[in-house]
Nanobody
């Protein structure tokens, strides 16, 4: 089993920055992938970013490319999402996810483990 716990959400003005953290535990992650998804009120959960744990290769949704950066700390088993130049449309609950494969799908249903989510609110 894998446990994921997010932190770092909050309220920020448009143009500001936040860093989300995800603490991962339960097994070795060398063959895993980790990702961030978000869900705004009334909308489906959508892919934001992902990283292959062993190589560090990263993938982004077009809507956040150039503004968000996903990274991981192999020693601490942490995944981060640095969010810069935030916009009101980035407001959502952000979820950390993991899957036991280095294949990275963008559909939420393909991911095996989820955190409880952390709220990010961007005011205009």
């Amino acid at each position: 089993q894998v446990q994921l716990v997010e932190s770092g959400g909050g309220l920020v003005q448009a143009g500001g920055s936040l860093r989300l953290s995800c603490a991962a535990s339960g097994r070795a992650f060398s063959s895993y992938s980790a990702g961030w998804f978000r869900q705004a009120p009334g909308k489906e959960r959508e892919f934001v970013a992902a990283i292959r744990w062993n190589t560090g290769n990263t993938y982004y949704a077009d809507s956040v490319k150039g503004r968000f950066t996903i990274s991981r700390d192999n020693v601490k088993n942490m995944v981060y999402l640095q969010m810069n130049s935030l916009k009101p449309e980035d407001t959502a609950v952000y979820y950390c996810a993991a899957r036991g494969s280095m294949v990275i799908p963008r559909t939420p249903a393909s991911w095996d483990y989820w955190g409880q989510g952390t709220q990010v609110t961007v005011s205009s």
